[in-house]
């Protein structure tokens, strides 16, 4: 039964997110310059470009900007995505899109863990890409035993937090205190820990196979790989990185710059090169003991920014897919440094195809948007009757696009970009192939495996492309309802 004492799942994640943050600002202080940075550069963009501070105004998005957040983990077995998907429940996260990086040469599937309805996200957006290591992609017995038999050893979760997630199950809720105490005990699970649970020849064995292999079966949890603030205008944030000492990665993932964007734009900061210590010998299970400890490196952790434009509907994402292949095979090759300004170049000309207008993108069912009413439409008697004439004719379920453009032209409603709060495959193979010290491009056989990921999961997961069509359907019944 809900409680009214309990304390809400959307506060819950949001203390966890700051929470977080603090921690990680604290092990990678790089972050915190990155934080910097993000927010001189959005402040600047507010302050000189009125139509993005109304339209984030008119969207709610502008409350969240600066909490914009998200992370990533990368988990080994099965169990632990299970529980992991039963810890993000109690801060109100749920599966959301499954994203295969096989194809791309990365051994791992994903889910992104947020939260649901727009409502929830404003409260606060922070999502958790959660990334399952394939060791079936391995291709040496041998190792993949040995790399599921010390996986199977780790404990990534505390007592406390699994039993507070049962109460929270049982209960449908925590009070407060114990609220506080999740948070707290949840946290320890994405902290880095130095002292690694396997030794350095085996670390080495995992890094030959794939380093990202390493970063899983090598360390005592899945340590939080990077945060990452939204950015209004990520070009200025990316040179603003490269003069003030932050070296950022070559190029920028996604869709090229335009007047509307589109999906998601990503660069990072280059993981850095940490201090561990491997243990010299694996003596009985436990962590303690009389085990010596041998010096090494390891590479994994970085900093992310991100700019987010408009949700694409089916037809606009197969544009986007179609144009991006198309840019990358006339490339021919991965992307790099050398090839920068080559490959944004090839970007820009491929796509000059797709719209870039809102009202375009819109009446081509290209991309979702809120319906809202204008101000005018607020005051106009005329404009009321407008828009009580095409929606009193019509169930509103039939209302064509072409009705709905008449509306805006008329200035009866407006229309206001539905942010994308997902994430791109080929992007993400992007930002993990430039934090993993990665010289060799390895592809996997592309076995789909959205099944296989759903029954680790122990649930399905949900569908993105309805959740921005029921946002953009419950705008448009808040209009009626006016
Ligand atoms: C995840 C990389 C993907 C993004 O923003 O696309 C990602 C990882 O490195 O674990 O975070
Ligand atoms: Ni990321």
Not at 433 to 443: A, D, I, R, T, Y
Request: net charge negative.
């Amino acid at each position: 039964m809900s409680n009214h004492n309990f304390m809400n799942s959307d506060d819950i994640r949001h203390e966890f997110s700051i929470a977080m943050s603090v921690m990680y600002q604290a092990e990678v202080p790089l972050y915190g310059d990155l934080i910097n940075l993000v927010s001189k550069v959005n402040a600047e963009v507010l302050a000189t470009q009125p139509e993005i501070k109304s339209q984030l105004l008119h969207t709610g998005e502008i409350e969240r900007l600066n909490m914009e957040r998200h992370g990533a983990i990368r988990l080994g077995t099965a169990s632990e995505l299970s529980m992991m998907r039963r810890l993000f429940a109690v801060m109100g996260m749920y599966p959301v899109g499954y994203y295969d990086l096989a194809p791309a040469g990365v051994p791992v599937h994903s889910t992104a863990f947020r939260t649901l309805d727009s409502h929830s996200l404003h409260k606060s957006p922070f999502r958790v890409f959660t990334s399952l290591l394939r060791l079936d992609l391995i291709g040496d017995v041998a190792l993949e035993r040995e790399a599921i038999k010390t996986l199977q050893k780790r404990r990534i979760f505390t007592d406390d937090v699994i039993e507070l997630i049962e109460r929270f199950e049982v209960q449908e809720g925590l009070i407060p205190e114990d609220a506080q105490h999740f948070i707290k005990e949840a946290l320890e699970t994405f902290r880095w820990h130095d002292k690694t649970p396997v030794t350095k020849e085996l670390y080495q064995k995992l890094l030959h196979q794939h380093p990202l292999i390493a970063d899983v079966v090598g360390f005592k949890g899945p340590h939080i790989n990077h945060l990452t603030p939204r950015t209004l205008d990520i070009d200025v944030a990316q040179q603003k990185m490269q003069t003030g000492g932050i070296p950022s990665k070559a190029i920028i993932e996604g869709p090229p710059r335009r007047a509307c964007p589109i999906l998601l734009r990503q660069t990072s900061f280059k993981a850095l090169e940490e201090a561990v210590s491997f243990r010299t010998a694996n003596i009985g299970d436990s962590d303690e003991c009389c085990d010596g400890y041998e010096q090494g490196s390891h590479t994994a952790r970085f900093g992310e920014i991100e700019q987010r434009g408009v949700a694409l509907t089916p037809k606009g994402r197969a544009l986007y897919d179609t144009l991006l292949n198309e840019a990358r095979n006339r490339l021919g090759v991965t992307p790099n440094e050398d090839n920068a300004l080559q490959y944004y170049q090839i970007l820009d000309e491929t796509f000059s195809k797709f719209p870039d207008n809102y009202q375009t993108l819109h009446d081509a069912d290209l991309a979702y948007f809120y319906y809202q009413l204008t101000d005018n439409t607020h005051d106009s008697g005329q404009a009321q009757a407008l828009l009580s004439a095409t929606f009193h004719k019509v169930d509103l379920s039939t209302i064509s696009r072409a009705e709905l453009s008449t509306l805006i032209d008329d200035g009866v409603i407006r229309i206001e970009p539905i942010v994308y709060e997902d994430f791109l495959p080929v992007s993400a193979a992007g930002i993990f192939q430039s934090n993993l010290n990665q010289s060799k491009n390895n592809s996997y056989d592309h076995s789909s495996s959205q099944q296989d990921f759903e029954q680790a999961l122990g649930t399905t997961v949900y569908d993105e492309l309805k959740l921005y069509e029921e946002i953009q359907a419950q705008s448009l019944k808040q209009c009626l309802a006016v």
